[in-house]
């Protein structure tokens, strides 16, 4: 579990490493905008010489359209300033989320089940738009500084005593934009917390829509989703009073500072130490020394951005499984588990599994709900590790493995199988290699699939959003996809369950008949499905309570119990085939 303080230094990592992805387009950004405030200091300085060339009657053309071209360039520089801002913003914004996207997806489901699937979304798309605007606001934010101090030196050059006088009260305006940092940070911080509660909220919600129409719960539901609301109304109330109280302050002692310059530049014209047109030029560079609206808005932009950073660091703190140097050797897909112990929320699910699979057996693993099935299934295969112990594949461990090895070699059924690609045949296909027509028919035959993918209008090159399925043939196709990948080990976590009667036998005969060479691992919920299987192992408890075949465990009331919930009479003849 990362905290926010373990997750400070991933996110300056990201900040860092996204700025140099765009790097060029931000130091040109940067550069833009500091020539545009460099042309924005020479202008005053320009129109006060104009100025008294004008009333000394003397020629001033040149000072004039040295004044029009500033002028013009300001214009053009600050054009090319908001196209680089805006690519420099997309392109950063593109890369964290790419980033981000794929270090989720190599963390796997413990970094969903830590955050939830709405927050996590509204982290890389909202917070990724957000942070990917930091590299551009620091930009700016430089220039931004240039222009007061720039300002404060242009009043040294005109006379020390105005640069003396705005020195004195500039410690107050300061102190004023650095508490506004901070506490806009921490607004931001809150606001964007609220913003993915309710997210989250919203895509289970979602998820659940059918059921929440069918209970009748929906204005219960909408009042669960908006629940955060009040808080996060709070939260923006309270980033605005920031703000507010923020330009209200600093807009209070800026004028203080302009009118202390302006009056001493006053008395310095009287004593006919300056002219009419420093006069100007020095009014004007106290209102860029005292620039306080623009700071104040290039720091709320980066307090937001290092905020969102925050919120993504946090996701990338996940650790990410490292995989390892090996090959697999030649064998038959012999499964090893070794002492594994998986702990979930402080309480042990799995506790010292040993469990052998011979190459090319099937093993049913079966247990009353909550009894560490699923997280068996996904430890085999390393979905996720364990937290002691280890698993082999034909000798080697899983953590050796490299990936590309691990994935060809591990196959996955699931439940409720997400079906990816834009139609039934790259669904089918995933992740592999362009592969015959005839292999991806045979992995549909053998998963019952092919005879209602041929009646869908365009057969297997049906669009998946054209193609109207049940849950049991969204998970024929599942199984489907599963058998294409002829690997050494296939795993299926209770991806039968949906199947009817007639069809999970015709799937599983056809696996046993030599429809899959491969070790095959089953969370099985029917006594008929651990039947047809070599042998059974039985989780109570956190541990393997028995191992062997289904007929010798059915005369244990308790192993009834795994698949009925009551103590069953029935014979092990009438729960085998």
């Not at 997309?90 to 709405?118: D, K």
């Not at 041929?454 to 599963?482: C, F, M, V």
């Not at 949906?498 to 029917?526: N, W």
């Amino acid at each position: 579990m990362t905290t926010p303080t373990s997750a400070a230094a991933p996110s300056r990592a990201l900040l860092r490493k996204a700025t140099r992805h765009s790097g060029t387009r931000t130091a040109a950004l940067c550069l833009v905008s500091t020539a545009a405030t460099g042309a924005g200091l020479l202008l005053p300085a320009a129109l006060g010489r104009t100025l008294d060339l004008l009333l000394a009657r003397a020629p001033a053309t040149g000072w004039v359209l040295c004044c029009a071209g500033l002028v013009l360039s300001l214009a053009l520089l600050d054009g090319c300033q908001s196209v680089l801002a805006g690519t420099v913003d997309a392109r950063t914004t593109a890369w964290l989320r790419r980033r981000l996207i794929r270090h989720v997806l190599a963390v796997g489901p413990a970094v969903t089940a830590r955050f939830g699937a709405g927050d996590l979304v509204a982290r890389l798309v909202g917070n990724a738009a957000q942070a990917g605007t930091a590299p551009g606001a620091r930009a700016a934010l430089l220039a931004a500084f240039a222009g007061p101090v720039g300002g404060v030196v242009a009043l040294a050059l005109i006379d020390v005593w105005l640069a003396v006088v705005f020195l004195a009260g500039a410690p107050v305006l300061a102190a004023l934009l650095r508490a506004f940092a901070r506490d806009t940070s921490r607004c931001e911080t809150r606001y964007q917390q609220e913003q993915g509660r309710i997210a989250a909220a919203l895509a289970e919600a979602v998820d659940g829509h059918r059921t929440i129409r069918a209970a009748g719960t929906a204005d219960r539901e909408t009042a669960r989703i908006l629940r955060p609301l009040p808080e996060l109304s709070r939260a923006g109330h309270r980033m605005w009073q920031v703000q507010g109280r923020a330009s209200a302050q600093a807009v209070a002692v800026a004028p203080l500072l302009q009118l202390g310059v302006v009056a001493v530049a006053g008395v310095l014209l009287a004593r006919h130490r300056l002219s009419v047109g420093e006069l100007l030029a020095a009014s004007r560079y106290a209102v860029l020394a005292t620039g306080v609206g623009m700071l104040v808005a290039h720091l709320a932009g980066v307090a937001r951005a290092r905020a969102a950073a925050g919120r993504l660091g946090e996701v990338a703190a996940e650790p990410a499984p490292a995989h390892g140097g090996r090959r697999l050797p030649p064998g038959p897909g012999r499964l090893e588990l070794r002492g594994v112990t998986a702990r979930r929320g402080g309480h042990t699910v799995l506790s010292g599994i040993d469990l052998v699979v011979p190459g090319g057996t099937t093993l049913a693993v079966v247990g009353r709900s909550g009894a560490g099935k699923s997280l068996l299934a996904a430890i085999a295969g390393r979905l996720t590790d364990p937290d002691d112990g280890e698993v082999l594949l034909d000798g080697v461990p899983l953590s050796e493995l490299t990936h590309d090895d691990l994935r060809r070699a591990v196959a996955y059924a699931f439940e409720r199988p997400v079906l990816l690609g834009g139609t039934v045949e790259e669904a089918i296909a995933l992740g592999l290699p362009p592969l015959s027509r005839t292999h991806l028919r045979e992995a549909a035959r053998t998963a019952d699939a092919d005879d209602f993918v041929r009646r869908l209008p365009h057969g297997y090159a049906t669009a998946l959003a054209d193609a109207p399925r049940s849950g049991g043939e969204s998970q024929r196709l599942g199984l489907a996809r599963a058998f294409a990948r002829r690997g050494r080990l296939l795993i299926l976590d209770d991806a039968l369950s949906s199947l009817d009667t007639v069809t999970e036998a015709r799937v599983t005969e056809a696996l046993a008949g030599g429809g899959s060479s491969a070790t095959r691992l089953l969370v099985a919920h029917r006594a008929a499905t651990a039947a047809r299987a070599d042998a059974v192992a039985w989780l109570d408890g956190g541990r393997v309570r028995a191992l062997g075949r289904h007929e010798e465990l059915w005369g244990t009331a308790a192993y009834r119990e795994a698949f009925t919930g009551t103590a069953s009479t029935a014979s092990a003849e009438e729960a085998c085939p």
